[in-house]
């Protein structure tokens, strides 16, 4: 795990730790401000209700006694059970049309902002509307009702100060709701470096364990050779000295490989990356494997798109080119083709890097599983045939891709296998 990717990891632990938080924080603030909005549409209704049962009239609270008497009020709400003030704190109008609907009562006494006409144009527009319960202005609430010998009532609540309320509360839950998140952002990059440090020992640890392996392993390697070798020198070569040379040969392959991939997976270095003709190191990379192709009986051909730039490590993108080409010849088939293309996308933001080969045999093989460490297309992982797997140098070749913003994938068709690369300028 290189630089970049312990802080991709931290970034996303942040990502996911803060839209996990907003998304409680929205839902409670959100049910909060629906709770309280559906409580205020309930008692306004209630208390126009009452409003519409009396007439347009508010009793006096003195006619209204707690000791048991009898009321004269119906069904007082809890609001004015709970205050003597309920009476003049409601500021609210009604008006009375008889059944052919002209007006028989103004009620003006409880509200003093509201003019005669204009208190009979909102009703009639009310009434107009159809709808027996709602609100206008972002300060008044209405409702509807019918009376006895075929009349309309039509109450309008200045419920400016329980809207006024709700604003503020509805204000106060987004101010509260922004200030958990930033203390919340700071807690988390506080905390982030401390959550994801067990992840970079790890990768620290995985990365020391294949250097000190590739180093332990060398000097048995080399001792096994030198007997070997005196061996040979001593009784002659035979297929079995011969066998065990090819298997060390192998594991030097093997450990070179692994210490590859842990420098892969190393943090660039400020000065590696530089500017420098991408195309022009594809194409010195691709050209002396047109001797091989000569020698194979393969055709090569080179599509590249000259001077195309990057800002990248140069021996990493040569070394990228070499993987996908040893691989294209190795597993090419006989008198087959290879094509190397080298280009910049549509969009010009990123390079494409391909390299195909023909491979009748591919139709049937797992390409999802080419850029996993060791793997073998044959699955008994047999040690005696040439062509062992595509695994460890694909592994190598994703890291570089990763490394740049980018990424490699495989496919076939018509019995030609395709590398792509897309690599960031």
Not at 37 to 51: A, F, K, S, W
Not at 305 to 323: F, G, Y
Request: glycine residues 6%; negative net charge.
């Amino acid at each position: 795990m290189n630089t970049q990717s312990i802080k991709e990891l931290r970034r996303n632990f942040i990502i996911i730790a803060m839209l996990s938080f907003m998304t409680v924080m929205l839902f409670t603030g959100g049910l909060i401000n629906i709770a309280n909005h559906l409580r205020i549409t309930r008692n306004v209704g209630n208390m126009l209700d009452y409003i519409i049962e009396n007439e347009g009239e508010l009793p006096d609270p003195a006619e209204y006694s707690s000791e048991g008497s009898t009321s004269v009020l119906n069904n007082p709400p809890l609001l004015f059970t709970s205050t003597q003030e309920f009476m003049y704190t409601t500021r609210y109008y009604a008006v009375i049309f008889d059944r052919d609907r002209h007006v028989e009562k103004i009620g003006l006494s409880h509200i003093h902002s509201v003019r005669r006409k204009d208190a009979l144009k909102n009703a009639e527009k009310i009434l107009d509307h159809h709808n027996s319960f709602g609100s206008f202005d972002d300060r008044y609430f209405y409702k509807t009702g019918s009376l006895d010998h075929d009349r309309t009532i039509v109450v309008v609540l200045d419920a400016s100060t329980i809207i006024s309320l709700n604003n503020s509360i509805f204000k106060s839950t987004i101010q509260i709701c922004v200030a958990g998140l930033f203390i919340t952002l700071l807690a988390v990059l506080a905390l982030s470096g401390r959550m994801i440090r067990p992840e970079i020992e790890n990768a620290r640890r995985q990365k020391m364990f294949i250097t000190n392996a590739s180093h332990e392993l060398k000097t048995p390697l080399a001792v096994i050779r030198a007997n070997t070798e005196l061996e040979e020198l001593m009784n002659g070569e035979t297929e079995w000295t011969q066998s065990t040379l090819r298997q060390v040969d192998r594991l030097n392959g093997l450990i070179q490989n692994l210490v590859l991939i842990a420098r892969a997976q190393e943090a660039e270095e400020p000065g590696i990356r530089k500017d420098f003709d991408a195309s022009s190191a594809i194409r010195e990379t691709a050209e002396p494997y047109e001797a091989l192709s000569l020698k194979q009986g393969k055709d090569l051909t080179l599509e590249i798109v000259p001077d195309i730039h990057m800002n990248a490590d140069e021996s990493k993108i040569r070394q990228l080119a070499v993987i996908l080409i040893d691989n294209a010849f190795k597993y090419c088939d006989e008198e087959g083709s290879i094509l190397v293309t080298f280009s910049k996308t549509r969009i010009g933001r990123q390079v494409r890097l391909t390299v195909s080969n023909s491979y009748a045999k591919g139709k049937e093989v797992d390409y999802s599983q080419f850029f996993d460490r060791f793997y073998r297309e044959d699955s008994s992982r047999s040690t005696n045939k040439e062509k062992d797997g595509f695994g460890i140098g694909l592994s190598i070749a994703e890291s570089i891709c990763t490394q740049y913003k980018g990424n490699i994938r495989a496919a076939w068709k018509d019995g030609t296998i395709t590398f792509t690369c897309l690599l960031g300028i």
